[in-house]
Nanobody, 123 residues
Framework: QVQLVESGGGLVQAGGSLRLSCTFS????????MGWFRQAPGKEREFVTT????????IYADSVKGRFTISKDNAKNTVYLQMRSLKPEDTAVYYC????????????????WGQGTQVTVSS
């Protein structure tokens, strides 16, 4: 069974940076595509970014393009989300997710989810 554990969330001022990590265990990491999603209070979970199994392909939501970077270290079984130029509207619980098939923007296609980590951006 795949287990995902996120870390790195916290409180940051607008314009600041954070790096989230998601550690994968239980299966062969390089056979899984990974995604980051987020959910703000009172809102639906939304796509942030996804990365292919090899790490060679990445896709971003328009709202984070140019500010966030996803990366995948298959040697460390970890996926990262580097977040820069943070805005108050980035405040949410951030979840990493894994699927063994091709990368996707669609949250319902991911089989495994972490518990989430809170990111709060103050203005």
């Amino acid at each position: 069974q795949v287990q995902l554990v996120e870390s790195g969330g916290g409180l940051v001022q607008a314009g600041g940076s954070l790096r989230l990590s998601c550690t994968f265990s239980g299966r062969t990491f390089n056979t899984y595509a990974m995604g980051w999603f987020r959910q703000a209070p009172g809102k639906e979970r939304e796509f942030v970014t996804t990365i292919s199994r090899s790490g060679g392909i990445t896709i971003y939501a328009d709202s984070v393009k140019g500010r966030f970077t996803i990366s995948k270290d298959n040697a460390k079984n970890t996926v990262y989300l580097q977040m820069r130029s943070l805005k108050p509207e980035d405040t949410a619980v951030y979840y990493c997710a894994a699927r063994q098939e091709r990368y996707s923007r669609r949250s319902n296609l991911y089989n495994f989810w972490g518990q989430g980590t809170q990111v709060t951006v103050s203005s």
